[in-house]
């Protein structure tokens, strides 16, 4: 996770002492910077943002109070965004005036419902991006049979886009925002993409998923969120397991069913430590001991 870009840097502060921190971070991460101004790492952390060091785009942050683990969010779901989506995301910002780390959350999963276009494109370019932002899984034969170049010309006599200092925006009227982040429970998002397992943890309508193995401090914080009070009030299931052994899949469905679930991934972590599919063929460890 070391070598992944650091999307959102903040300075914040307590009292006479404050400190940068980029996102995404670790737990680990998270809780120096925390600590070396005075706070703690809690299960739902706050934090005074004196100034965005970057980008300049999430300038809106500034001057508030802010719920770090929805910036963290924020970072790594930014990470998967190539520059255009980086830059849809920073000009909509701006343009629809937004000022939570909610309604950022919200608009990442919501850009398909914006093209962003550049004064440099041409007819052609903006009316792929314009078709291809509304509808991602255009098979070739749809494509052959577009007239992406009329489409642009058209958007582009209208004149309905938005000057941002990211180029022009235009809202794809066809297509309708939806809330995904409801303020209180992260939807799944895979971020790492080396975690063993991915189960879901359900509390009173409400899911969270967590990516095992992760640092304890993740999970609790995903518990709190779901507002339970200790981790066997909620229902577990496995969404997804990234070895291919049926044997194993169903022994950690089983665990999940079973066990506490800090010590399902005190187990996965052991796994992963190792080579896993290796160690998944050699070792039948007794059903007991899991």
């Given at each position: 996770e070391a070598s992944r870009m650091k999307q959102i840097v903040l300075n914040i502060r307590n009292g006479e002492k404050n400190t940068d921190i980029a996102f995404p971070c670790v737990e680990e991460e998270l809780g120096k910077a925390l600590a070396s101004i005075g706070l703690v790492n809690t299960p739902s952390p706050k934090a005074y943002v004196t100034e965005v060091v970057e980008p300049d785009a999430l300038c809106l942050l500034e001057s508030k109070v802010v719920d770090l683990d929805e910036v963290n969010y924020l970072a790594k779901l930014m990470d998967s965004e190539d520059e255009t989506e980086k830059n849809t995301l920073f000009a909509?910002?701006?343009c629809e005036g937004y000022d939570t780390s909610k309604e950022l959350i919200n608009l990442h999963f919501n850009l398909g419902c914006y093209t962003l276009v550049q004064p440099t494109d041409d007819a052609?370019?903006?009316g792929r991006r314009y078709m291809y932002s509304m509808k991602p899984c255009m098979t070739m034969t749809e494509a052959a049979n577009t007239d992406f170049e009329k489409i642009g010309k058209d958007l582009l006599v209208l004149k309905k886009g938005i000057q941002t200092d990211y180029g022009t925006v235009f809202r794809n009227e066809e297509v309708e925002g939806r809330e995904i982040y409801d303020g209180q429970v992260f939807p799944c998002?895979?971020?790492t993409g080396e975690e063993l397992l991915c189960v879901e943890a359900e509390y009173k309508d409400k899911k969270e998923y967590l990516y095992l193995p992760e640092e304890?401090?993740?999970i609790t914080k995903a518990l709190h969120r779901l507002g339970a009070e200790k981790p066997e009030d909620c229902a577990y299931q496995v969404e997804d397991f990234n070895v291919d052994s049926k044997e194993w899949r169903e022994r950690f469905e089983r665990m999940v069913q079973n066990e506490n679930i800090f010590d399902v991934n005190a187990v996965a972590e052991k796994l992963n430590n190792v080579e896993t599919e290796n160690y998944l063929e050699?070792?039948?460890?007794?059903q007991g001991g899991m």
């Amino acid at each position: 996770e070391a070598s992944r870009m650091k999307q959102i840097v903040l300075n914040i502060r307590n009292g006479e002492k404050n400190t940068d921190i980029a996102f995404p971070c670790v737990e680990e991460e998270l809780g120096k910077a925390l600590a070396s101004i005075g706070l703690v790492n809690t299960p739902s952390p706050k934090a005074y943002v004196t100034e965005v060091v970057e980008p300049d785009a999430l300038c809106l942050l500034e001057s508030k109070v802010v719920d770090l683990d929805e910036v963290n969010y924020l970072a790594k779901l930014m990470d998967s965004e190539d520059e255009t989506e980086k830059n849809t995301l920073f000009a909509v910002t701006a343009c629809e005036g937004y000022d939570t780390s909610k309604e950022l959350i919200n608009l990442h999963f919501n850009l398909g419902c914006y093209t962003l276009v550049q004064p440099t494109d041409d007819a052609e370019a903006v009316g792929r991006r314009y078709m291809y932002s509304m509808k991602p899984c255009m098979t070739m034969t749809e494509a052959a049979n577009t007239d992406f170049e009329k489409i642009g010309k058209d958007l582009l006599v209208l004149k309905k886009g938005i000057q941002t200092d990211y180029g022009t925006v235009f809202r794809n009227e066809e297509v309708e925002g939806r809330e995904i982040y409801d303020g209180q429970v992260f939807p799944c998002y895979h971020y790492t993409g080396e975690e063993l397992l991915c189960v879901e943890a359900e509390y009173k309508d409400k899911k969270e998923y967590l990516y095992l193995p992760e640092e304890p401090m993740s999970i609790t914080k995903a518990l709190h969120r779901l507002g339970a009070e200790k981790p066997e009030d909620c229902a577990y299931q496995v969404e997804d397991f990234n070895v291919d052994s049926k044997e194993w899949r169903e022994r950690f469905e089983r665990m999940v069913q079973n066990e506490n679930i800090f010590d399902v991934n005190a187990v996965a972590e052991k796994l992963n430590n190792v080579e896993t599919e290796n160690y998944l063929e050699q070792n039948d460890i007794k059903q007991g001991g899991m």
